[in-house]
C-alpha cells in the first residue's frame, strides 16, 4: 500500500467501505525504508500519509492506526518517539483517528533473545533485558504514554495473538498502571468454532471486563 502509494484508488476502496457500511478501516504503517523509514521517515512518505488522512476525512471514515509494523528494536526508545512523533505530526489533526494501535501482535511473552539495542530513552534503573517479551513491555508501557501526549483524547492500544500468553504478559505488567491500554486488542486464531468461543472466554477471564477486550 506504502511502497507505491495511490491515493485515488485508496480513496475509491474508502468509499466502497463506507457505502457498505463500514465506518472506520484499521491501516497498518511499517517502521521500515520504503515505507515509513526508521527512526526518521522521509518527506515523500510522510506526504503520502498526510494526503491518505484528508482522503479519509473527505470520505468520512475514521482510521484506526497501527504503528510499528515490521520492527522489533524495542530498547531504542528515543528513536521510536522521534519516529512517532513524525509519523503523528504528518497529520493535520487527531479528529479523524478512532484508535492509534502502537503495535502489531507484539509479543509480550516471548523468551526470545532481544539483540537490537538499548538508547538514552530506556527508564533510568530498569534493566536492559535480554529478552524480547521483557524489552517489549518496557517499550509500550513508554510509548503508550508518548502516544497520549501527542493525541490527548485518542484511545490508544496494543495487539497480541498467539494464544493467551501474550496477553497474560502484557495485562500483567499493565494492568493497574497509567500505561494501561484504552482496551485490549486480541487476536484469535482458533481453529473451529468451539476453540474460538472457549479461547475468547479465556481472554476475557484475564482481562476481566468483556468491554476491555476487543
Not at 84 to 112: C, F, K, M, W
Not at 167 to 184: C, F, K, M, N, Q
Request: hydrophobic share 40%; charged share 15%.
Amino acid at each position: 500500500m506504502w511502497s507505491s502509494y495511490d491515493g485515488q484508488q485508496y480513496q475509491s476502496d474508502m468509499e466502497l467501505a463506507k457505502s457498505s457500511g463500514f465506518n472506520t478501516i484499521r491501516v497498518i504503517l511499517a517502521a521500515k525504508s520504503g515505507y515509513f523509514t526508521f527512526s526518521r521517515p522521509a518527506v515523500d512518505e510522510l506526504a503520502n500519509l498526510t494526503n491518505f488522512y484528508n482522503r479519509s476525512k473527505s470520505v468520512g471514515i475514521r482510521l484506526h492506526l497501527v504503528l510499528f509494523d515490521h520492527w522489533s528494536s524495542y530498547g531504542l526508545i528515543n528513536s521510536s518517539q522521534a519516529w512517532t512523533a513524525a509519523v503523528l505530526g504528518a497529520l493535520p489533526d487527531s479528529t479523524n483517528i478512532a484508535v492509534v494501535e502502537i503495535q502489531n501482535e507484539t509479543r509480550y511473552a516471548s523468551s526470545d533473545t532481544y539483540d537490537h539495542g538499548f538508547d538514552l530513552g530506556w527508564p533510568a534503573g530498569m534493566p536492559q533485558y535480554a529478552g524480547v517479551g521483557r524489552a517489549a513491555i518496557v517499550w509500550a508501557q513508554q510509548m503508550t504514554l508518548y502516544v497520549r501526549s501527542l493525541v490527548p483524547g485518542v484511545p490508544v492500544t496494543s495487539s497480541c495473538s498467539h494464544g493467551l500468553a501474550d496477553l497474560i504478559a502484557y495485562v500483567a505488567a499493565v494492568r493497574t498502571t497509567p500505561a494501561a491500554p484504552d482496551w485490549y486488542d486480541w487476536h484469535c486464531y482458533a481453529g473451529s468454532s468451539y476453540l474460538a468461543h472457549s479461547t475468547l472466554r479465556a481472554a476475557i477471564g484475564i482481562v476481566g471486563d468483556p468491554a476491555m477486550l476487543n
